[in-house]
C-alpha cells in the first residue's frame, strides 16, 4: 500500500476486510457453494439474501477456497458504517486490497472535517473512475451484513 494511504486504511479493524475463517466443522452445502460460484462469476451482481441465522456469511466465506483464482474484497459492515464517509473509507480502504492504488485520490476528499453531500458524490465518482482504472479485471465484492446500510446516500 503506498504511504499516502496508509494512515487513513489504519482507520478500520483489519478483521472488517476479510472474510471470516471457515471453521473445520462446518456442514458444507456442496449444492449451494457450486451454485454461488456459477453467480458470482457470471452475473454483475448477486444478492444473497436469507433470515438471520441461515448460513449466508458462512456460505461467503467460503468463496475464497471455492474461487482462488478470483481477487475479493470483502466488508463486514455494522450499524456504524451506516455514514456516507465511513462507508466510502471502507469500501476504499477494501479495494486496495485488490489494488494499491486503487482510491489514493479518495482519501483527501474525505478526510477533511464537514464532508457535505456534494463532496460525498465527487468521492464516489473518483473512486469509481479509479475502479474503472485500476480493476479492470472482474472481481468479487462483499457486503456482508449490507442490511445495516439504510443511508439513502450510501446506495
Keep these: ?80 458504517d451506516n455514514d456516507p464517509v465511513r462507508f466510502i473509507g471502507l469500501l476504499t480502504t477494501a479495494l486496495q486490497k485488490l489494488h494499491s492504488e486503487c482510491g489514493n485520490s479518495v482519501w483527501p476528499l474525505i478526510s477533511g472535517a464537514g464532508v457535505s453531500g456534494p463532496s460525498i458524490k465527487h468521492a464516489m465518482g473518483v473512486l469509481i473512475n479509479d475502479i474503472v482504472r485500476y480493476l479492470q479485471e472482474p472481481f468479487i465484492l462483499v457486503l456482508d451484513d449490507l442490511h445495516y446500510v439504510t443511508e439513502p446516500a450510501i446506495y
Design 1 to 80: 500500500m503506498s504511504s499516502s494511504n496508509t494512515n487513513t486504511s489504519a482507520w478500520y479493524v483489519a478483521t472488517k476486510l476479510q472474510s471470516p475463517l471457515v471453521r473445520s466443522d462446518i456442514i458444507r452445502r456442496p449444492h449451494m457453494e457450486e451454485e454461488l460460484c456459477r453467480f458470482v462469476t457470471t452475473l454483475p451482481l448477486t444478492l444473497l439474501s436469507a433470515p438471520a441465522g441461515y448460513g449466508k456469511t458462512t456460505l461467503l466465506s467460503a468463496l475464497p477456497s471455492l474461487l482462488p483464482d478470483h481477487p475479493m474484497a470483502w466488508i463486514t459492515l455494522e450499524a456504524e
